[in-house]
Each structure stands twice: as structure tokens, then as C-alpha cells.
């Protein structure tokens, strides 16, 4: 069973929004830190940002940061990206991750994945 399951994907135009939601699934991780990755067709994984299990600390990468927003509801173990002002290069499959380390997240690893939404930015 896949532990996050990723929602909210889809094709938009430019400039454009998208909310991407991630829910827990056959597992409770409400506990752990919650991130969101990318990966564009032939190009590696990259972070795109970070969220305490708090939902007290957030963090970004710089090519997103401004235009998107991570925010959890931990009463639902759910995590969500909103994404704000869509670029074609913001193209790719989307994925969520969890880990009881911020700092895993934040230099690319965790323990459980989703397997992923797509997201296609259209010029």
C-alpha cells in the first residue's frame, strides 16, 4: 500500500494555480515532516519545499518561492502545495514525501513517498 497519495494535478495555462493535495494512507504521519519534489523529463528530482510537522516552519526553493505555498491539516494528515502563477518550466510530475526529519526533507530524502500527479503548464 502506498503511504501518500497525491491528488490535484492536472493541465493548466500559464499563470495559472493548482492546489496538490497528499493524504496519508494506511499509515498515521501526522508526526512527520512533510515535502514536495519534482521531476521534470530528464532532469533529476528536486525539492520544492518543506513543512514542519508543526506547520510552524516552511521552507522553499528559490525558483518557487513567492509563487507557492505548503500548508498542512494534520487532522487529516494531509499535506497541500498551492501553486500560484504557473511557468511551462514548473512542468513535471509532482510527488510528496514524509520523514521524521526536516533537515532529510530539506537535502532530498525521506522515508515514505507518494508516487506521484502530474502537472502540465501550457504557454
Known amino acids: 500500500q502506498v503511504p501518500l497519495v497525491e491528488s490535484g494535478g492536472g493541465l493548466v495555462q500559464a499563470g495559472g494555480s493548482l492546489r496538490l493535495s497528499c493524504a496519508a494512507s494506511?499509515?498515521?504521519?501526522?508526526?512527520?515532516?512533510k515535502g514536495w519534489f519534482r521531476q521534470a523529463p530528464g532532469k533529476e528530482r528536486e525539492f520544492v519545499a518543506a513543512?514542519?510537522?508543526?506547520?510552524?516552519?516552511?521552507y522553499y526553493a528559490d525558483s518557487v518561492k513567492g509563487r507557492v505555498t505548503i500548508s498542512r491539516d494534520n487532522a487529516k494528515d494531509t499535506v497541500y502545495l498551492q501553486m500560484n502563477s504557473l511557468k511551462p518550466e514548473d512542468t513535471a510530475v509532482y510527488y510528496c514525501?514524509?520523514?521524521?526529519?526536516?533537515?532529510?526533507?530539506?537535502?532530498?530524502?525521506?522515508?515514505?513517498w507518494g508516487q506521484g500527479t502530474q502537472v502540465t503548464v501550457s504557454s
Open positions: 514525501a514524509a520523514s521524521l526529519s526536516l533537515d532529510r526533507i530539506q537535502r532530498g530524502s525521506a522515508t515514505y
Open positions: 494506511g499509515r498515521a504521519l501526522s508526526s512527520y515532516a
Open positions: 513543512v514542519s510537522w508543526t506547520g510552524l516552519n516552511t
